[in-house]
């Protein structure tokens, strides 16, 4: 298994490079071909009174503008595929569904994996429900590059977020190609549970086996929470082993309650110290 297919979400001109990057790395890596898709959102313009009009003058420039940033992310994205000579192809979709449109969609879910910049609310970029539509309806692991200024250096240790669930299941087979060309791959349980069907000093050795059998070097491990948060637990543990990537299942509970209440999924999208690989 490698991937083949690699579409890589390029928002704003200021992380299409970065994602880029990302995407070409692994394209490198596995002779696979880059889809580059955006999708630019027209204006809406909403009357507040009867009598009121937008001015077209205004209208006209917002307009303008988010066809001159779709100029600007075309070109980052063509300039670094032509550079490094990489199969690609380029897509543009607009309407106002943004990246929860079906055109966005349908192209996610044609390919083996989906790269995306993380959620910064200081960047016009991607929104946490843009984000969340790509993840929740796609079907496709969602690799989110995070803020930290690294780039796409290769990936020697992994951090596999375990929980036993059928997310975190599907994360850890849908992230094999990492897996496999790591150095070193680590199963984290932040607070394991003790039942009458496992041990809570033998989660995540099953799996450990299975992986092995694939010849991945693996170590269990797990850790206690301390009255911080999960997202906090992995990322602690993500610094201690200088991890280069985490690789966690998406949303074990309700999308709905996760928006609500917050929920470790929502929390490293924000907040991931590294590139993070998230399927549902």
């Known amino acids: 298994m490698t991937y083949k297919t690699i579409v890589a979400v390029l928002s704003a001109a200021e992380d299409a490079g970065k994602v880029t990057d990302h995407a070409l790395a692994l394209a490198r890596r596995t002779g696979g071909h880059v889809i580059g898709i955006h999708a630019e959102i027209p204006v809406v313009v909403t009357l507040i009174a009867p009598m009121e009009y937008p001015d077209p003058n205004a209208v006209m420039d917002l307009q303008e503008r988010a066809q001159r940033q779709s100029r600007e992310v075309e ?3 063509r300039s670094r595929c032509e550079r490094d000579d990489i199969s690609y192809e ?6 106002t569904a943004g990246y929860a449109s079906a055109g966005v969609i349908d192209s996610a879910r044609g390919a083996d ?22 993840l929740y309806e796609s ?8 803020n930290a200024p690294s780039g796409p ?5 992994v951090l596999l977020a375990w929980n036993g669930s059928r997310e975190s299941a599907r994360a850890a087979f849908d992230a094999l190609p990492f897996l496999t060309s790591a150095r070193e791959v680590e199963i ?36 206690a929470s301390d009255g911080h ?25 309700s999308r709905l ?9 929502s929390a490293m999208m924000r907040n991931a110290r590294v590139p993070t690989l998230m399927s549902r």
């Not at 380029?90 to 309407?95: D, I, M």
């Not at 994996?113 to 790509?134: N, T």
């Not at 079907?139 to 995070?146: D, T």
Request: proline share 5%.
């Open 75 to 77: 070109q980052a994205f």
């Open 90 to 95: 380029w897509r543009l979709f607009t309407g």
């Open 113 to 134: 994996i989906v790269i995306a910049g993380q959620f910064d609310p200081d960047v016009d970029g991607p929104s946490r429900e843009d984000i969340e539509d790509m």
């Open 139 to 146: 079907g496709r692991p969602v690799y989110l590059i995070s």
């Open 153 to 157: 250096a290769p990936i020697e240790r």
């Open 188 to 223: 984290f349980t932040v607070d394991p549970p003790e039942n009458i069907m496992q041990s809570r000093d033998f989660c995540g050795a099953e799996l450990a086996a299975t992986l092995a059998r694939h010849g991945i070097k693996t170590t269990v491990t797990s850790g």
């Open 229 to 253: 948060s999960v997202a906090d637990a992995l990322n602690r543990r993500a610094t201690e082993i200088d991890a280069g990537l985490i690789v966690m299942g998406a949303y074990s509970h």
């Open 257 to 265: 309650r996760q928006r609500l209440f917050g929920g470790v999924t």
